[in-house]
Every structure is written in structure tokens, then in C-alpha cells.
């Protein structure tokens, strides 16, 4: 055989067969494995392999899960196709004596865990399973890599319900035991970790049933000291992997959230764990929920997260079932998270700003260039939608990218849509307008160029996600409102950004129901949105009644509706969009016609002038003037107001019709309204407010209107 013909000195290494199992998961008939490469899957996990070799070996049982599940939907029939193919062999390895095999089977059932618990969790319920691990203990006495890895599965057993009785009285005492020793670092992390998993887990199971849960082997406070300790000092990765992850768990507490923020140099630390770049460092598909940086950002968004917005409907009902659990436990163990004073928003501010002046966002969107993971990515939106509630944050949130880290995360969540995609609402779950919702409120506060930066495109591709989440039966009430908001400063960009929000799928129709809105904040938001679309958009201006069209006298009239209601900001913008409307002549006609129907439309307009001048139509059915509340008004109301009456005169085409509103508005005491504001002129002659005032008189009086002055 010639040398060219010899195969490669690597060809049978771990990798090599990993490999080759990889370019067979692309082939749909693939099912199972070849004796060799069960063996070398088996053995991938080893902690004496390179990272490469565990992630490869993460990715081939990934495949190998996932196309048992695809093939057998159910899990009655799924979970034993899978652990027919593994189970024995694993079982073997951890029963037998020799360490290596041990190992290998033990650190594989972890890697199962990962992939699919439920799979793995079928393994270590069999009968005698949990014996053989206490075997494992006297056979291996000295053994630090066996110990480990069977804090490792204890571990993972411990995060969910069904294995969590894998755990023994016998295994809890050791794990209390390994997690207080001081020579071993690395151990100590590990079993800590599998007590806190079974500490909440177990809090959990008493809750669901109903009953009191056990007092935990170490207190919250002294495992959270022990973690960190771990993270600031431990020079092993292994070692402070597993503290973070321990901390994470811990850190939904108010308490440990309180002390973890107050240490500036833990802080420091935790966020180092975060690669600034790259390829830094490798996080395989099954450690990716286990990695010291998916920790960190559980961490980060634990410490800085707000207690739930609640409505009145939902905080009644969160009342109630706080009852009817202090009704079946005891009033130790019905106390809520959400009832800690450490908890409450001044806390939560105050954590936040430690987080960002130690150096928070830097980490945070570092994560989002390192990570593919959309666990990571989701955790980073959740985080800085908890910082950027506080505005005096906004600024240094800007400057270290965020703003860039949340439209990666949204870019992910809202593909950019296709043609096919039209009159389609994508389907986007709750959490998934964290991201949206975060970026909106950057949005809100500052300008356009600060957040997206001088790229027109960046601003167009966020419209999409804006729009659906004003649209989306998903999302809130406040995520409706800020993304309106965000829509309003972003359509005063330029006539072709208002465009293309007037033309985003459903938006308009939404946002016209919405200004109908009882919420007074709502109701204000999509009102300013349209008023700058009229200004802005050719389409909108035509559709509100810039052209003569089915709809335009109504949506007119409920533009004059909101010029009369109780609230200074919502009057300005209804006001400015009549203000733009009536510049045209199928807009005037339209008020002229809803003016001879109700009467409404020139007291409205009048009362923008002067409140305390222009008799209300009540007042002319006998309601006495004192009676009426008088609605406030400002310099930007009467500009508006007088701009509106001008054009609205003015635009009146028809001879009796303009005598008609003539008579009208000198009824409704207009006249001697707009002769006070052009008096209150005469100081100043460069007012706005001068030239269209005095057109308009002028206009009344040449359709014989007498003026009082």
C-alpha cells in the first residue's frame, strides 16, 4: 500500500469519529450508531478531552435526540427509542471499577441532562440506579474527578422535578459535606450547586402541594457568601462556572440580589467572565445553559429586574392566590418574594445604578457579539429593559452600544418580512417584546441619530417591530403606548420614515382604535402618532380627510372630539393635525358639514382661543356658565386654534355655506375671541399668532360679522 493510500494519523481520534457522525446526521434515514461511535460518544465528555471534543460530542447527541423526537413525537415512545440506544452501555460504565469507565458514563448522563432530561431522567430512575452512585462513593474514595462528576449529576437531577428523587438522604449528606470542605475548591462549587437546585426545587414541590417545605441544609446568605467568594478567588474555570451557576439560582432572592450588588469587586469579576470578543471562548450546545456566561447575565438580569407592572385586575388576583396559599401553609412559608421591602422600585433603582457604573452594559453587550445562543440574547433584552427604566441610565446605555446589542436581539426575533409575509402577524411570544420594548424607550428619550445612529436604514428596519408591538394581541397596554411614542419620534425623522410607518401592516387602523382609548396616556400617545403622520405622511394626511373619502368626515370628528377633552397634550396634537388638515379644501368642507349637523365644530375650535370667551352649546340649553368646567389652555392651543379657523374659513368654497358659518361663529363668540388675541398682539408684532388672527377677522367681516373692539 503506498503512503498516499495510509489513512491520517488522526483519523480514528475522537474528534475524526465525531466528525464523520456529523456529516451522517445530515442524512434524513440516519437513526442510530455504529458500536465504535456510541463508544467514542460516550467518551466525548471525558474532562480530559478539549473543550472542542465536548462541544462536537454536545452537537452529535443534539442530532441524535432531536431526530428520535422528530421521528416519535410522543414522549412514550420517543424517550425509550432514545434510551434504548444508550442505556445500557452507560449503566455498565458507571457500575463497573475501573475510574476511567466511571467517569465516561457519568460525565455522558450529565451531557443527556443537558440535551434531554426527560431521556436522561428514565436512566437514573431505574431500579438500583441510585445505589450504584453510592457504590461509586466507597469505590472511589479519593477519587476528585469521580466525586465531581457525581455532583455534576446530582446536580443536574436536582433541577428537575421528576429526577430530584435520584437524590437520597445518603447523597444530600454527602453534598452538604463536600460543599463545606475547604480543600478542594472545584468540589465544593459543584455540590453547592446540586444543594441550591435542591433547596428551590424542593421550596417549589411543597408549594404545588400545598405543604411546608423542609428548612434548607445551609442558608441562603452563607451558600451566597460561599459562591462568591468562589467567583472572586477560584482560579479554576470549572470552579467558578459552577459558583455562577449556583448564584444564578440564588440570585432571584432579594436578599442575595442586595448583597451581590453592594461588592463592587465581585461585580467587576462576574462581569469578566464575559469574553469581549469572539472565539474567546467556546460554549458548546449543552453547556450553553450552564456556562459562566449564561450564569452572568441570569445574574445580571435577577439583580436588576422590577417587580411585575400588575393591573388592577391582575394584582387582585395575585392577592387571592397569595390567600389561598396561606390557607393550606404555614405563614413561614407563605411569605411572597414580591411582598420584600428589598424588592420594591427604589431598591431595584438603586441596584441598577451599581450595576452600570460597574461596568455592566460593556459585559452585557458583550455578550450579545459572543453568544449565539437566543437564551443569552432574550436574558441581555430582559436586563437592559430593567436598566433603561431609569431614564439618568439612558445616556450611558447609548454610549456603550446597547442600542446596537438590543436591534442584533430584535433582528432575530422580527426576521425582516417578506412580500409573502403581508396581512400576516408573526407569531411572537410575551418575552420576546423585552427586546422591542427596551429599544422603544431609548427611543423615546433621545434622538434618532443618538440611538440608530446616522444609517437611515437601521430606523427603517425598526418600524417593523415597533408597528407589531402596537398591533400584537401579545404585547401590553405600557408596550403599546412606548411604542407609539417611539413611532412619533421617529416619523418627524423625514416625510419618508412617516411613510413608511403610515404604511406598516395594521398600524394605522390600530392606532385610530386606540385614540378611543380610556387610558388617558394611550389614548395621548396615538393621537400625537397621528397627528405627526398628517404632518408627515401624504398618505395619512389623505385618509384623515386631506382627499374626500368614505371615512374622512368621522375621522375628522373624532379629531374635533379630542380638542374638547380634559388634557393639555392630547388637545395639542388633535389640534395640530386639524391645524394641517384644514389646509385642505375636502377637509373644510367636511367640518362645514359636521358644523351644520351638530353645531359642535366652532365652539371646539373657539374654545383652543379662548375658553372663558366662547359659549359652550350646553350653555344654549339653558345650562348655567358656572356650572361648566372651563377646559385650560396654552399658547400652543390658541396658535392652533386660530390657525385652524383661518384655514377652516377660508377653505369654505360654497357662498350661503360661508355665510352660514359666518352667523355661526359669531354665535359662538369667535369673533370677539380672535379680536382679544390680535390685541394681545399689539406688543409684539412678530407673533405667530398675528397674521392669521387678523386674516381671519378680516374674513368675518367681510361676511358681515360686526366687530367689537
Known sequence: MSSADAPSPSASTPDAVLDAI?????????????????????????????????????????????????????????????CRAVEMPVVAAIADTDESEVLKGLTFLCALFDVDHPSATSIVLRDGFTEVIVDAFD????????????????????GHKTSRALVSTDHKAWLENKSRQTQDAGLRAAAAVAMVKLARGASADAVEAGAAADPPAMEDAELARMMKSLVLDSAESSSVADAVEALAFMSSTPSVKDMLSKDSAFLSRLFSLIPRRKGAAIESLG?????????????????????????????????????????????????????????????????GERLVKGGVMEALTSAVRVSDSRA???????????????????????????????????????PAAKASDAGKTPQIDKEDFEPIQALAKLSITAAPVQVFGPN???????IRPFSLMVIHPNSTLLQRFEAM?????????SPEVADRIARADGLTNKVELLMLEDHALVRRAATELVCNLVAGSEEVFNK????????????????????????????????????????????????????RERHRILPILGQLIDPSVVARPEADEGVDDDDTEELQTDPGLVHRGVVCVRNFFVGIQNKALQMEVASDANHAGLAHALVAVVKSCAQDTSSPLLRPAAETLKWLLEHGVELTV
Request: proline share 5%; glycine share 4%; aromatic share 4%.
Open 139 to 158: 469505590f472511589f474514595p479519593k477519587s476528585r474527578r469521580i466525586h465531581l462528576a457525581i455532583a455534576h449529576l446530582l446536580g443536574r437531577a436536582a
Open 376 to 414: 443569552v440574547h432574550m436574558l441581555v433584552g430582559k436586563a437592559i429593559l430593567s436598566l433603561v427604566e431609569d431614564k439618568s441610565n439612558r445616556g450611558k446605555i447609548l454610549q456603550a452600544g446597547g442600542a446596537k446589542a438590543l436591534q442584533t436581539i430584535i433582528q432575530e426575533i422580527v
Open 544 to 595: 384623515w380627510g386631506g382627499e374626500k373619502n368614505s371615512s374622512s368626515k368621522s375621522k375628522l370628528q373624532v379629531l374635533v372630539a379630542l380638542c374638547d377633552i380634559d388634557d393639555t397634550p392630547t388637545r395639542l396634537a388633535a389640534s395640530g393635525a386639524l391645524a394641517s388638515l384644514t389646509a385642505s379644501p375636502d377637509a373644510c368642507a367636511s367640518l362645514a358639514e359636521l358644523q
Open 456 to 462: 437611515q436604514g437601521a430606523i427603517h428596519d425598526i
Open 22 to 82: 456529523l456529516k451522517k446526521t445530515r442524512d434524513k434515514a440516519w437513526l442510530s450508531f455504529a458500536p465504535d461511535e456510541l463508544s467514542t460518544l460516550l467518551s466525548a465528555f471525558s474532562p480530559a478531552l478539549p473543550v472542542t471534543t465536548h462541544t462536537k460530542g454536545y452537537l452529535v447527541l443534539s442530532a441524535f435526540c432531536q431526530r428520535r423526537r422528530t421521528e416519535l413525537p410522543k414522549d412514550d415512545e420517543a424517550i425509550p427509542a432514545i
Open 287 to 351: 453547556d450553553a445553559t450552564s456556562s459562566p456566561l449564561y450564569g452572568t447575565v441570569i445574574i445580571i438580569s435577577n439583580i436588576s429586574v422590577y417587580r411585575p407592572r400588575l393591573s388592577a385586575e391582575e394584582a387582585q388576583m395575585a392577592k387571592l392566590k397569595r390567600m389561598a396559599k396561606a390557607a393550606k401553609t404555614s405563614s413561614e412559608s407563605s411569605t411572597q418574594p414580591d411582598d420584600d421591602p428589598l424588592d420594591d422600585d427604589e431598591h431595584v433603582k438603586t441596584r
Open 485 to 493: 411614542m417611539a413611532l412619533t419620534n421617529l416619523s418627524s425623522q
